[in-house]
């Protein structure tokens, strides 16, 4: 559930923090169903009276054409964006004019810094990270001026926006010491439309349980280190393993599947998944991709799916993903 004002608020900061401004002009290829394309894009222009070109679909040739003829002064980006439109510009003989640019922004998948380096060694541009989700609009930015802008820092807390890190003992975190990322302010939803448990579960003491981990250095800049579920983000789409292992194990030949995000140069993470049978042979790896294709979002889709004899267990008998991930790496499930 979320309010007017915490839109209203958020892209307020937002206009403060990045100097939007009416003779700004966005260009705009993100999904308009998520919070980034709708939400940050779309609200925050029309909250800056700023020009806005929009893109039906991303095409990173296209992009860095439309950059210089239309002169673009601002872009928005999940890493996987910024990730093909480095490949393009490699590819490209003549590089475009983009000298009208202001500032590249990237957000709901944290930027490696080696793409962050990459696209200023081609573009002259440090990329301005930013954090934020669904339930909170925008969280953090790092700060406008170029130098300041870090890889692997959100940045600092937006106006309106409280940021504290509780430590597995439960306290509040010292500097520089990882723990749950907890929020509250003016940008955080009111709850999860009709799951009062789920809600009630998120906050504790007035502050949202974000479910992501990282620290803050004594000044307060934030760094994320990982999630505490499991949620793999694919290309900036989330995805929950158990909703596709549930698909997986819809099939009649499937005895047990677990679903793990596998690192990906271009979307980040990938979804592969590890599968045993009930009977050896019974289906092969093409028929089970097409079944899982029929059932599930094709970005939930697992890009492989391993058939192995066994699935690492503890001895609670709950599947390790970690020590999937492992034997996948070192080549030993292939
Ligand atoms: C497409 N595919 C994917 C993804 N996107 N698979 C995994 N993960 C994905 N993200 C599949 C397609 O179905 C297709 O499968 C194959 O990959 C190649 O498709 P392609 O044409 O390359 O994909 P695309 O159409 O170019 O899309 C890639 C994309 C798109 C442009 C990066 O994923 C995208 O727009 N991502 C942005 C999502 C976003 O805005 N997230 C914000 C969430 P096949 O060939 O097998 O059919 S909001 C949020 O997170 C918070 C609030 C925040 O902080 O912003």
């Not at 939400?39 to 929009?54: D, E, F």
């Not at 003989?93 to 081609?122: A, H, N, T």
């Not at 934030?222 to 596709?244: A, C, T």
Request: proline residues 4%; charged residues 30%.
């Amino acid at each position: 559930m979320i309010t007017h004002d915490n839109l209203v608020l958020n892209m307020e900061a937002l206009r403060k923090r990045w100097r939007w401004a009416s003779d700004d002009v966005l260009l705009h290829v993100l999904p308009l169903y998520h919070f980034h394309g709708l939400g940050v894009a779309l609200h925050g222009a029309l909250n800056a009276k700023s020009k806005v070109i929009m893109h039906k679909k991303f095409n990173p040739e296209r992009v860095w054409k439309t950059i210089e003829e239309e002169k673009i002064t601002m872009f928005m980006g999940v890493p996987t964006l910024y990730f093909r439109m480095v490949e393009a510009w490699n590819k490209m003989d003549k590089k475009p004019d983009i000298s009208s640019m202001r500032v590249f922004i990237s957000g709901s998948v944290p930027l490696s810094e080696k793409l962050f380096y990459e696209f200023k060694k081609i573009t002259g541009h440090r990329i301005l990270e930013r954090y934020g989700m669904t339930e909170a609009g925008m969280i953090t930015s790092n700060p406008y001026e170029q130098d300041q802008r870090i890889p692997k820092s959100v940045g600092y807390a937006l106006d309106g926006c409280e940021i504290k890190i509780v430590n597995s003992g439960g306290s509040d975190a010292k500097p520089n010491e990882v723990g749950d990322v907890y929020i509250r302010g003016n940008n955080v939803f009111k709850g999860y439309w009709r799951m009062p448990k789920k809600t009630k579960e998120s906050f504790v003491d007035g502050w949202f349980a974000t479910g992501d981990m990282g620290y803050m250095d004594k000044t307060g800049r934030l760094f994320l280190v990982g999630r505490s579920n499991d949620m793999i983000i694919s290309g900036g789409y989330n995805v929950y393993p158990k909703e596709v292992e549930y698909v997986i194990e819809e099939n009649d030949c499937v005895l047990e599947a677990a679903v793990l995000g596998v690192d990906d140069e271009d979307f980040g993470e990938r979804v592969e998944a590890v599968v045993r049978l009930k009977k050896p042979g019974c289906i092969d790896e093409k028929s089970l991709l097409e079944f899982t294709r029929n059932k599930l979002a094709h970005y939930k889709c697992p890009k492989k799916i391993y058939i192995v004899d066994e699935i690492p267990k503890n001895t609670m008998g709950k599947i390790v993903i970690d020590d999937i991930k492992k034997l996948i790496k070192e080549g030993r499930i292939a």
